[in-house]
């Protein structure tokens, strides 16, 4: 167990090894509460994406560019919440029982899916600014394929960066760390890349998806405003009009998500620079993980289709014969 009463003497990771780390106390109801926490979010999130995976993925009607970056966000939060556990091993054991090798590894990949949630995030940017802003040029210059390749493309990039991020600061090099003790399962990162990493995975996609978004509402804005003022006119609204609304409707949505990715990072980056107290750290991460569980409550509240899809899958009606083929956004 890692908890100890306080009548026990000081007790260590590996007691055979002189650099092993103290093992950390905790008292047993607060041990099993964070474990119960992990578990019902982990399992939560795991959930919650697998039905939006299964629904994009299954129903062809779905099959669209902009959902197509939904289902890698929707992949890359999956893995996230099947990491939880891994995490809550992590925090609240205090001690790493796992080696030094596969401590790396594992925040080698929490640093991928990380990146690539956000990466994923510039892409529903870019998608939708095209879409609003020059809807002539969307069905050219956004497909499915130049989506799925821009998906990929940026997974490759973001793993290699991660990768060239964690060996220049040395994690599979085990043989220099004399700053942390045995069993810690974290590493120490040079001040340098601390700042690069702060840069490149951070700022610079926050500041492209905040410029892209601001142009965004004001084109919105400036749209609902036209088609507003036709109706209560009485003229008539065209279906290209109908369709420019649908897609800013789109876009207010997605901007939801990133909206709600922001909050939940911007705290911890904030925190990990500013305050060492590493309580506060650990909190902000598990508000970090939480956002996987949130998008797909976004869809819910306000795509009509992700409610029908899950009653579909659910109820086990996506075994029927072409139930593919269903057309969501009518059908009862």
Known sequence: MAYETEDQETQYCFPDINSSCVTGKHSSHGYIT?????????????????????SISHFKKLHTPTNMIILSLAVNDLFIGLAMPIEAIRMIETCWYFGDTFCSLYLLCIAVLLSASLSNLVLIAVDRYVAVCHPLLYPQKITITKTLMSVCLSWVCFSAYNITFVINNGYFDTSHRTDVCYGQGSVMMFFSWIVTNLIMSFIFPFITIIILYL????????????INSLMKGGK?????????????????????????YLLCWIPYYICTIAVNSSTTINVLTWVVYANSGMNPLVYALFYPWFKKTAKYILTLKILQSASSLINIFTEN
Do not use: M
């Open 34 to 54: 964070t474990y119960l926490f992990a578990s019902l979010l982990s399992a939560w999130t795991v959930f919650l994406n697998l039905l939006v995976i299964i």
């Open 215 to 226: 142009r965004i509402f004001y084109v919105v804005h400036q749209q609902v405003k036209v």
């Open 236 to 260: 008539c609204v065209t279906e290209g009009s109908l369709k420019r609304k649908s897609e800013s409707k789109a876009a207010l949505t997605l901007g939801i998500i990133v909206s709600v």
